[in-house]
């Protein structure tokens, strides 16, 4: 029986000696002398309970069957790989980002984004989790097979709120999906705007009206619009905006009137008429942890007094109206400034890296080593003269502007052989349909229609796109865009010896198509205020 007692034991993995020793010399730990006492929370094996199982090691035996035994199974596919996941691949989002409901910038896995066109078209798009806005959109440009600039942009549009903002180049596309209440009908737009990065072109200084530039007030001198850019980039320096915002109430049609200052600390308004100081001064919103967006109807939604209003949403935010701070300006100028100074406040050098990011895309130079391009504005260019065998700079004002009118004359007596189309009288209507493959041709919709795309692709100098009229069937409208406000040009048809024109001053300048008439604007002015620049367009994804 002993003999057998020890035949078990030692399959069992226990040598012989243990079997003499006292029952409290089994419980005692490794290294413990003999005839020391256990410790009161070991119970001895009188006093083991039948519950309570005891730790019998395997033998190796026992151990190298189951090997045998697990390798000879087929293996089977894990149904739910992700519940076993190491922690940093887990979709359950943990640590700060998930508090603050953003993706893990984590390139590896795929993010499914949908994206929308202005005619109301929808393009799926897989796209890396921390992809940005500018790659998401060279990307849409490649499939479209647009024309690749810097004025592409992705919108963030909330319909149920009517709000929208264009996105910033660096910003990640999924982290502001994620931003959007489950459900909702929030989307992304795919579209140009042509005022993203018009505040570090060479523009004029109504960017930023001196009444609205603390600054400029306090020196009682001007600013350059360069020096003032720089002052807000720099993050020592402490401009400021300042002027008058109608700021909305607890009820919709509760609009109050308040002298308001943006800095770098926030947004304030003060309750004792333009008054500065930090007792009369209310906390409205901080730049850093908020978005600035348009706000499309704000008469319909929100009782607005003007149609120039914006909204400051908390990136915390995630649904409802409760907790936007919306806004109303007098003017679009006004407005537009606001609106630039919060992106400068917000982003500062980052927004300027952006926009040197995009201009090195699309302006970079052919070969290394030659200077920059550069932008020419409309008073570095002179007039010329290349009737002799060299050109010559032409000095004399007179001689400047006979020779436009010259050039003027000239495209007055071109015939319509141009691009060997055939004529009207030849029965065909291709030389006069040619409009219709441009796309600044936007076939037949209305002025408001028209006055809504060029503003929401930038107001803009130059921005433009022709229609149909709806007043007279024969004819077509210019319509363009000029300090911040949308201009429409009637163009009339004209017959003379059988030959079609058309004209925007009553035949004194005659074209013999809309893509002349549109190439001659480019260049000269006429009776145009401005240059044709952009042309508002629509892609189709």
């Known amino acids: 029986m002993l003999g057998d007692l020890q035949l078990d034991v030692m399959e069992l993995g226990l040598s012989p000696p243990h079997l003499s020793s006292s029952s409290e010399d089994l419980y005692l730990a490794p290294g413990t002398p003999p005839g020391t006492p256990p410790p009161p929370d ?84 897989e796209v890396a989790a921390g992809a940005t806005a500018r790659y998401v959109c060279e990307m849409l440009v490649q499939r479209s097979h647009a024309l690749s600039d810097e004025n592409w942009g992705l919108v963030e ?36 705007n042509f005022a993203k990065y018009e505040l570090f072109k060479s523009t004029p200084h109504s960017l930023f009206p001196e ?8 020196a ?12 807000f980039l720099n993050a020592g320096s402490f ?36 008054s500065k100081d930090p007792r009369h001064l209310q906390y409205v919103a901080d730049v850093n942890e908020s978005n600035v967006y348009v706000v499309t109807q704000g008469r319909k939604l929100y009782g607005m007094p003007t149609d120039f209003g914006f909204c ?51 302006l970079r130079p ?22 002799g065998h060299a050109g ?51 076939g037949r919709i209305s002025r408001e229609e028209s006055q809504r795309l060029i503003g929401q692709q930038g107001l803009v100098d130059g921005v433009f796109l022709v229609r149909e009229s709806q007043r007279n069937p024969q004819g077509f409208v210019l319509s363009l865009c000029h300090v911040q406000k949308v201009k429409h040009y009637l163009i009339l048809p004209s017959e003379e010896e059988g030959r079609l024109y058309f004209s925007m001053d009553e035949g004194q300048t005659r074209f013999t198509d809309l893509l002349q008439l549109v190439e001659f604007h480019q260049l000269n002015r006429g009776i145009l205020p401005c240059l044709l620049r952009h042309c508002c367009t629509r892609v189709a994804l």
Request: net charge positive.
């Open 42 to 125: 070991v119970l001895l094996s009188g006093e083991v309970k039948r519950s309570q199982p005891l730790p019998i090691p395997t033998s190796r035996k026992l151990l190298r069957q189951e090997e045998l035994r697990s390798t000879s199974l087929p293996s089977i596919p894990n149904p739910f790989p992700e519940l076993c996941s190491p922690p940093s691949q887990t979709p359950i989002l943990g640590g700060p980002s998930s508090a603050r409901g953003l993706l893990p910038r984590d390139t590896s896995c795929p993010h499914v984004i949908k994206v929308y066109s202005e005619d109301g078209a929808c393009r799926s798009v």
């Open 392 to 442: 010559r700079v032409i000095e004399n004002p007179r001689e400047a502007l006979s020779a436009a009118l010259e050039e003027a004359q000239a495209w007055r007596k071109k015939t319509n052989h141009r691009l060997s189309l055939p004529t009207p009288s030849s029965g065909t209507s291709l030389s006069a349909a040619i409009h219709r493959t441009q796309p600044w041709f936007h």
């Open 211 to 218: 009444k609205m530039v603390s600054s400029c007030l306090d």
């Open 157 to 192: 549009c909330h319909p149920h709120l009517a709000l929208e903002r264009v996105l910033e180049d660096h910003e990640s596309v999924a982290e502001v999906q994620a931003a959007w209440p489950i459900g909702g009908d929030s989307r992304f737009l795919f579209r140009k």
């Open 366 to 387: 052919p070969c290394v080593g030659s200077p920059p391009l550069r932008s020419v504005s409309d008073n570095t260019l002179v007039a010329m003269d290349f009737s």
């Open 220 to 231: 009682h001198t001007g600013i350059s619009h360069e020096d003032l850019i720089q002052n």
């Open 239 to 274: 401009p400021e905006i300042q002027g008058f915002l109608q700021l909305r109430g607890s009820g919709r049609k509760l609009w109050k009137r308040f002298f308001c200052f943006l800095r770098r600390s926030g947004l304030y308004y003060s309750t004792k008429g333009t």
């Open 312 to 362: 400051i949403k908390p990136n915390k935010l995630r649904n409802g109206h409760k907790g936007l701070r919306i806004f109303c300006s007098e003017d679009e100028q006004s407005r537009t400034c606001w609106l630039a100074a919060f992106r400068l406040f917000k982003y500062g050098v980052q927004l300027y890296k952006n926009y040197q990011q995009a201009l090195c895309r699309h």
